[in-house]
């Protein structure tokens, strides 16, 4: 049975997405980049040497390869000061998450359209973490670079926010303005994918009402499907069930049970920065 079966409601099928780009919610004064240097940021990996690929990756998808030994993380410790980089390969092989304490920084989009209703995506199944699990809109990390780094007001995650959703979703970035995104908290998490592989983040939560033209990348995203209040609660409902092999990333389901039904409030009454907590870092 396809993934689609899983739910009982219309599948927004790839491509097929089509919404003006009108609506605009809640605003962050945009500063221009800031002065910081390269060599003003910490210069080193933490952890030296990538990691070579064993005889277990010989048939990893050739883009999430590329990914996972091009991309540096953010190495973060759990106050989420930088204190280091290193390949998304190495911050996500268990065997460091356990015996380093690897902690990266990430980022998870909360997407709402002008009827308030959330746009998920299913993982595609070349994702060498947590292939073909739902989760929200665009889940991802800011990069070792400088635009990324930028600690005011979070505007280094945003900026990599607004860079992932044109990757993954295709969503321009006039769709998405930095200024529009919402940060409303972190959290920090482990999570085991398989036996090799999991997550250690520390997650900046991030909100953003906006209509826009999603052209899904079937590298990264098998399927995307906006749901309402009450479709979500049926899908956490069936997941827990089990119905049909349905599966919510873990980082998803740590939001939906401790934050998303009163956040979503503040969405559709236009009170989102009343909500706003960045000093505290959730430990779940």
Same mark, same amino acid.
Do not use: W
């Given at each position: 049975?396809?993934?689609?079966?899983?739910?009982?409601?219309?599948?927004?099928?790839?491509? #097929?997405?089509?919404?003006?780009?009108?609506?605009? &919610?809640?605003?962050?004064?945009?500063?221009?980049?800031?002065?910081?240097? %390269?060599?003003?940021? %910490?210069?080193?990996?933490?952890? &030296?040497?990538?990691?070579?690929?064993?005889?277990?990756?010989?048939?990893?998808?050739?883009?999430?390869?590329?990914?996972?030994?091009?991309?540096?993380?953010? /190495?973060?410790?759990?106050?989420?000061?930088?204190?280091?980089?290193? #390949?998304?390969? *190495?911050?996500? /092989?268990?065997? *460091?998450?356990?015996?380093?304490?690897?902690?990266?920084?990430?980022? &998870?989009?909360?997407?709402?359209?002008?009827?308030?209703?959330?746009l998920l995506q299913q993982r595609s199944n070349t994702k060498v973490t947590f292939p073909l699990v739902w989760t929200n809109t665009c889940c991802s990390h800011p990069l070792y670079r400088e635009s990324e780094l930028i600690q005011d007001n979070a505007l280094g995650v945003r900026n990599a926010a607004q860079r992932k959703l044109l990757d993954e979703l295709g969503i321009v970035a006039e769709d998405v303005p930095v200024d529009e995104f919402t940060p409303l908290g972190r959290m920090l998490y482990k999570a085991p994918s398989d036996g090799k592989w999991g997550e250690h983040e520390l997650d900046y939560l991030l909100f953003i009402v906006r209509d826009v033209k999603v052209? %899904? *990348?079937?590298?990264?995203?098998?399927?995307?499907?906006?749901?309402?209040?009450?479709?979500l609660k049926e899908l956490v409902k069936k997941a827990d069930a089990g119905e049909e092999g349905l599966k919510l990333s873990p980082w998803f389901r740590l939001v939906v049970d401790n934050f998303l039904m009163k956040w979503w409030d503040h969405v559709e009454k236009g009170t989102?920065?009343?909500?706003?907590?960045m000093k505290t870092i959730h430990k779940l």
């Open positions: 049975m396809s993934a689609s079966s899983l739910f009982n409601l219309p599948l927004i099928r790839l491509r #097929s997405l089509a919404l003006s780009s009108s609506f605009s &919610s809640f605003r962050f004064a945009h500063r221009p980049l800031s002065s910081i240097s %390269p060599r003003k940021l %910490p210069n080193f990996r933490a952890f &030296s040497g990538t990691a070579m690929t064993d005889t277990k990756d010989a048939g990893m998808d050739a883009v999430q390869r590329r990914l996972m030994f091009e991309d540096e993380c953010i /190495l973060v410790d759990e106050t989420d000061r930088v204190v280091g980089h290193d #390949s998304k390969y *190495n911050c996500h /092989l268990m065997e *460091n998450i356990e015996a380093k304490n690897l902690l990266h920084r990430a980022f &998870s989009v909360f997407l709402f359209n002008s009827k308030y209703e959330l052209q %899904p *990348n079937p590298d990264e995203v098998a399927e995307i499907k906006y749901v309402s209040r009450e479709e989102l920065v009343e909500a706003i907590d």
